[in-house]
T-cell receptor
Framework: KQEVTQIPAALSVPEGENLVLNCSFTDSAIYNLQWFRQDPGKGLTSLLL?????REQTSGRLNASLDKSSGRSTLYIAASQPGDSATYLC????????????FGKGTKLSVKP | ETGVTQTPRHLVMGMTNKKSLKCEQH?????MYWYKQSAKKPLELMFVYNFKEQTENNSVPSRFSPECPNSSHLFLHLHTLQPEDSALYLCASSQGEYTDTQYFGPGTRLTVL
């Protein structure tokens, strides 16, 4: 069964700290991997999309890496801010271009001022 | 705003009621999706429509009935729901089916009494 796991389930850090969120997947034959952000009671916002042929993607203070051989992805957030507080979801697309997105349960991040 | 709107934002219904959720996208996309997000569980794909045709029904009970009259609108008709159907229902759209970044609406918070 193809599963996506995110650890930790919740994380609290002081403002300004650099942090890493982890995502692991059971099947390395992925098509791509996406990181999303979800604010309370709201929908998802796509942050970064990494194709299976890529090793990382960067957007501002965010950097996502992909290691297919180990079945892992990390989302690095530099100089965290209270506005970064949200739930971060990792989603993997399997089965080539026709596969569905398989989501992890998310990591709830709280950045304290 | 992502360009995907959902109404209503909150809905409380009894087990014998019939209600409908509406999703509209203003992005010119061709694919639309319904997801269910329950507490403590990963996001689950329910239905996929591409060019108004249903291409995916992820073993969803028949008490959930989707309708896609055109590429911009997607409905989810609900009848005789169970309390365990209480969840956040998210709509998403993408330019192409599966391969492109999905843009999510804010969701409808459904409570079944």
């Amino acid at each position: 069964k193809q599963e996506v796991t995110q650890i930790p389930a919740a994380l609290s850090v002081p403002e300004g700290e650099n942090l890493v969120l982890n995502c692991s997947f059971t099947d390395s034959a992925i098509y791509n991997l996406q990181w999303f952000r979800q604010d309370p009671g709201k929908g998802l916002t796509s942050l970064l999309l990494i194709q299976s042929s890529q090793r990382e993607q960067t957007s501002g203070r965010l950097n996502a890496s992909l290691d297919k051989s180990s079945g892992r992805s990390t989302l690095y957030i530099a100089a965290s801010q209270p506005g970064d507080s949200a739930t971060y979801l990792c989603a993997v697309r399997y089965g080539g271009s026709q596969g569905n997105l398989i989501f992890g349960k998310g990591t709830k991040l709280s950045v304290k001022p | 705003e992502t360009g995907v709107t959902q109404t209503p934002r909150h809905l409380v219904m009894g087990m014998t009621n019939k209600k409908s959720l509406k999703c509209e996208q203003h992005l010119g996309h061709n694919a639309m999706y319904w997801y269910k997000q329950s507490a403590k569980k990963p996001l689950e794909l329910m239905f996929v429509y591409n060019f108004k045709e249903q291409t995916e029904n992820n073993s969803v009970p028949s008490r959930f009935s989707p309708e896609c009259p055109n590429s911009s609108h997607l409905f989810l008709h609900l009848h005789t729901l169970q309390p365990e159907d209480s969840a956040l229902y998210l709509c998403a759209s993408s330019q192409g089916e599966y391969t492109d970044t999905q843009y999510f609406g804010p969701g409808t918070r459904l409570t079944v009494l």
